[in-house]
């Protein structure tokens, strides 16, 4: 699925956001949020506004999430098995929203890194998104 180019662009764009990641993973969301309202409806007990500590602290978490996926590229399954748990059998959270997810860090990433957001770093983000996504939803039924 990934080539091993693919997974060098990912680490490089990844190298990139140090520093960044609440900022990314905030911005994420809010785009999230808004671009796809139903999203909401799984964070009734957060404050949505932009910016807010629970955006901020939340999106630190799903850019640490994918960090790790990332230090653990060979191994999503496992790296990320326990987040499957807890989307599939905690959250219930419908898979058609990871993609929404995806799209969304794929525009900040995009809007961040300008021209080194290559047409080959965007797929090969995407190819990676795929993957997390299957992984977080390979537990429902
Ligand atoms: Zn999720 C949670 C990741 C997608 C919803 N998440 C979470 C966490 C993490 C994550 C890390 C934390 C955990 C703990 O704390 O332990 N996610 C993630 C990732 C992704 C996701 C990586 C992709 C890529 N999610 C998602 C989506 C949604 C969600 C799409 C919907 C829309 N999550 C969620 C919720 C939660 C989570 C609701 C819980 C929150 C709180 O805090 O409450």
Redesign the pocket.
Known sequence: MLTAEDKKLIQQIWGKLSGAEEEIGAETLWR?FHSYPP?KT??P?FDLSQGSDQIRA?GR??V???ST?IKNIDNLSQALSE?SN??AYN?R?DPV??K???QCLQVVLATRLGKDYSPEAHSAVDKF?SG??SV?AEKYR
């Open positions: 999230m999203t799984y964070f007990h939340h978490k799903v640490a999430a994918l996926a987040l807890l989307h959250l959270v929203n990871f929404f997810l995806a998104m997390v996504a977080l």
